[in-house]
């Protein structure tokens, strides 16, 4: 009888867990999640001209562009700029000092953030101001 109660009160825990595990999960977590508005940085290596796009545009023709050219290793392939129109284009970001538009990871071993020209890195920024220190 003890055994019973016991494995009803175990399944009970489990189910709730469960049934917390799934509402608080909410959304997919997919590429459909990323709002319209939502803009990142590219930059064409062919041309090197420097723009914002869309984030879900820029993951879903990422995609489109991994599904078309399958690997087996997994590279991010360079993207069609719109403004050369030659594969080229790839994550960037705009300095927040110098405004300099340059792909990530430019400086290598470090941030991916952190601009070759004045060495800013606003990811270095947000964590010292968060363990509190300039």
Do not use: H
């Not at 509402?23 to 459909?32: D, I, L, P, Q, T």
């Not at 420097?50 to 879903?60: I, T, W």
Request: proline share 4%.
């Amino acid at each position: 009888m003890k055994n019973t109660i016991y494995a009803a009160v175990i399944a009970a825990c489990v189910l709730v867990a469960v049934v917390i595990f799934v509402v608080r999960r909410g959304g997919s977590g997919g590429v459909n999640d990323i709002p319209d508005t939502q803009m990142l940085w590219v930059k064409c290596t062919k041309c090197g001209q420097g723009y914002e796009m869309g984030e879900r545009q820029y993951y879903r023709e990422l995609e489109e562009k991994s599904k078309a050219n399958p690997s087996p290793m997994p590279v991010a392939m360079p993207l069609t700029c719109q403004k050369c129109s030659k594969d080229g284009v790839v994550r960037a970001y705009k300095c927040e000092r110098c405004s300099e538009v340059f792909r990530a990871g430019s400086v290598q071993g470090d941030f991916e953030d952190r601009c070759p020209k004045c060495k800013n890195s606003a990811t270095e920024a947000k964590r010292k101001a968060r363990m509190g220190q300039q």
